[in-house]
């Protein structure tokens, strides 16, 4: 089972509206998550010296990839807004671990790739200022997250005995739920046509549910049914 981790991620949102006579709106976005904040998952043994080797953590962030989502933009009046969203996070699949060691009669390289996707819902409240054909806001709110699942990737090559192993792992996560801040403008094109661009942080918990071994394979040939049922699950 892998740690609790903590999605810190920065988005770049765009996208464009119907304006409607009763400023109900739906606002399809599209942007990118930069992961920031990085966080501890897992650990390796990095090699040191003959009979000497050290515990390293594993760091990760789990807010990069892409973004896609749908707002519905619902007036109180000319200055606050509230706006539900459901999106889905893709997840970038990134290399968090390398390591190329060798010595008198061994040598190997070892690496681990991550990627998280996963649907957050959020609600914000937005204050709003027009001024002429712009509309900045800020906003903040409550956001959940369902269905997180992370796909990690390992590889161990030993190029001695010329056996290179790979393993995927899944883990699930538990629904989280965090807080983000949104800021950014709409310009109107026209009375009935609108685009934005916003600038989004969220800060989410993420408690793994469970873990299981999906592929596992030695020089390409398929060997996950000599695993234990206990080796499967982690």
Known sequence: MKNKIAAYAVMMLVGAQAVSAADFTLRPYLGY??????????????????????????????????????????????????????????????????????????????????STSFIPFSVTLKIRAKK?????????????????????????????????????????YNMGIGLHGVVGTDYNVSDSFVIFGQIRADQLSLTPDKGKVTKYTVNGVNQLSTLTVSDRET
Do not use: C, H
């Not at 998550?33 to 897992?42: D, I, L, N, S």
């Not at 900045?136 to 409550?142: H, N, Q, R």
């Not at 699942?149 to 056996?163: F, L, M, N």
């Open 33 to 114: 998550g930069f992961g920031m904040a990085q966080q501890g998952y897992g650990s390796n043994s990095v090699y040191i010296s003959p009979n000497t080797t050290k515990d390293e953590t594993i760091l990760y962030s789990a807010g990069t990839g892409l973004k896609a989502g749908l707002g519905v933009d619902m007036g109180l009046n000319d200055n606050f807004s509230i706006e539900p969203m459901i999106g889905y996070s893709m997840g970038t699949e990134k290399e968090v671990w390398k390591e190329d060691a060798s010595g008198t009669g061994w040598s190997y390289l070892d690496s681990s790739k991550v």
């Open 132 to 172: 002429g054909a712009f509309t900045p806001y800020a906003g903040f709110g409550p956001t959940f997250v369902f269905g997180a699942k992370t796909i990690s990737t390992e590889r161990e090559e030993d190029r001695v005995a010329g056996i290179i192993e790979k393993t995927e792992e899944e883990t699930t």
